[in-house]
T-cell receptor, first 112, second 114 residues
Framework: TQLLEQSPQFLSIQEGENLTVYCNSSSVFSSLQWYRQEPGEGPVLLVTVVTGGEVKKLKRLTFQFGDARKDSSLHITAAQPGDTGLYLCAGIATSGTYKYIFGTGTRLKVLA | DAGITQSPRHKVTETGTPVTLRCHQTENHRYMYWYRQDPGHGLRLIHYSYGVKDTDKGEVSDGYSVSRSKTEDFLLTLESATSSQTSVYFC?????????????FGPGTRLTVL
């Protein structure tokens, strides 16, 4: 069974600090997606990483896919209160299907 | 916004009653999904559909059934609701115009089973 483990589960930081969230698995994924979810809403796609070693930037957010495509990280520079939310990674669970699995999430709170 | 709506948005029901949640999409996507989200468990796949009348089970399918009689609607039914099915339910689609298996989600349905 493929699993995606995220760490940390909870993170509370001050505005302006940097942080990194990790998404790890023992399985290889063809791609991984990162989502952000705010209370009372559905997850919103931030980015997809596809190639081993790939780095993508979205303003102050930097996403990296591990060389072996088993892990990914999300780094936020100079966090702002608007970054508060639940961050989820996700990938296709089984090759040849479109069944997804999600990490358990990292709940981030950025204090002003 | 992938044109996904869910109804109802909130529902309170009693143990043992049947409940049907509806997911509606307007962009002709082939793949549709039902997830539940619970604290400490993230999003878990209940069922998904890969076409009209084509469905498959996810990791937490017990106690749930689905139907898809037309492309735009995917129904999730709890035949006899239990308190353990109290959760937030999300519908999603796999976007047909992307190369990277990206999903887009509806706004969710909060279900409480008393």
């Amino acid at each position: 069974t493929q699993l995606l483990e995220q760490s940390p589960q909870f993170l509370s930081i001050q505005e302006g600090e940097n942080l990194t969230v990790y998404c790890n698995s023992s399985s290889v994924f063809s791609s991984l997606q990162w989502y952000r979810q705010e209370p009372g809403e559905g997850p919103v796609l931030l980015v997809t990483v596809v190639t081993g070693g790939e780095v993508k930037k979205l303003k102050r957010l930097t996403f990296q896919f591990g060389d072996a495509r088993k892990d990914s990280s999300l780094h936020i520079t100079a966090a702002q209160p608007g970054d508060t939310g639940l961050y989820l990674c996700a990938g296709i669970a089984t090759s040849g299907t479109y069944k997804y699995i999600f990490g358990t999430g990292t709940r981030l709170k950025v204090l002003a | 916004d992938a044109g996904i709506t869910q109804s109802p948005r909130h529902k309170v029901t009693e143990t043992g009653t049947p409940v049907t949640l509806r997911c509606h999409q307007t962009e002709n996507h082939r793949y549709m999904y039902w997830y539940r989200q619970d604290p400490g468990h993230g999003l878990r796949l209940i069922h998904y559909s890969y076409g009209v009348k084509d469905t498959d089970k996810g990791e937490v399918s017990d106690g749930y059934s689905v139907s898809r009689s037309k492309t735009e609607d995917f129904l999730l039914t709890l035949e006899s609701a239990t308190s353990s099915q109290t959760s937030v339910y999300f519908c999603a689609i796999r976007a047909r115009d992307t190369a990277y298996n990206e999903q887009f989600f509806g706004p969710g349905t909060r279900l409480t089973v008393l």
